[in-house]
């Protein structure tokens, strides 16, 4: 799986938008961009991911650029809920045990200042 | 409610006295898998399962045994239990499709004196 790069941390006033980077210069033709957070000690939620358009749901919308070098996650309004380490990974989506395992970097610590 | 739990939440015990983690999906999900989480080291995959008794090592298996006899459960079972499997445990769930994501469940704090 490609290697992902993401600030340490970051900081966001509540109400505003979150623009978190990642990036992923060897991501290869196959593979996926995920973004999961985990609030303090939690269990790990799933946000968003693309493969090369961006995405929107409900949570974030996912930004990726044209060469899928890099991608940004964006919070639209961030909430003091928000406060959380997000990672960004990259992963094959075709079938295969390995190719479902998640491999988590260090993140971005996300805080929501009020 | 679509969910992953985990049995128990918390649980302190001593060394070589046998315990298992329950871990249960109510999305009939045909992938379930074991992580580990250590400050500095991140999440580390413990064992995974593609289906009813179908399961595969993970990176650090060592110490670990899972079984998988229904597609809802996948318990975690420690035999013997040593300080250095004191960590975070998280269970996740998956449908086997291209791209689909996984959910966790709540995570067991597990302390072995």
């Known amino acids: 799986d490609a290697k992902t790069t993401q600030p340490t941390s970051m900081d966001c006033a509540e109400g505003r938008a979150a623009n978190l980077p990642c990036n992923h210069s060897?991501?290869?033709?196959?593979?996926?961009v995920y973004w999961y957070r985990q609030i303090h000690s939690q269990g790990p939620q799933y946000i968003i991911h693309?493969?090369?358009n961006n995405e929107t749901n409900e949570m974030a919308s996912l930004i990726i650029t044209e060469d899928r070098k890099s991608s940004t996650l964006i919070l639209p309004h961030a909430t003091l809920r928000d406060t959380a380490v997000y990672y960004c990974i990259v992963r094959r989506g075709d079938s295969g045990g390995s190719n479902y395992k998640l491999t988590f970097g260090k993140g971005t610590l996300l805080t929501v200042n009020p | 409610e679509a969910q992953v739990t985990q049995n128990p939440r918390y649980l302190i015990t001593v060394t070589g006295k046998k315990l298992t983690v329950t871990c249960s999906q109510n999305m009939n999900h045909e992938y379930m898998s074991w992580y580990r989480q250590d400050p500095g080291l991140g999440l580390r995959q413990i064992y995974y399962s593609m289906n009813v008794e179908v399961t595969d090592k993970g990176d650090v298996p060592e110490g670990y045994k899972v079984s998988r006899k229904e597609k809802r459960n996948f318990p975690l079972i420690l035999e013997s239990p040593s300080p250095n499997q004191t960590s975070l445990y998280f269970c996740?769930?998956?449908?086997?499709?291209?791209?689909?994501?996984?959910?966790f469940g709540p995570g067991t704090r597990l302390t072995v004196l």
């Open positions: 693309g493969l090369k």
């Open positions: 060897t991501i290869s033709g196959n593979e996926y």
């Open positions: 996740a769930s998956s449908p086997l499709r291209l791209g689909g994501e996984q959910f």
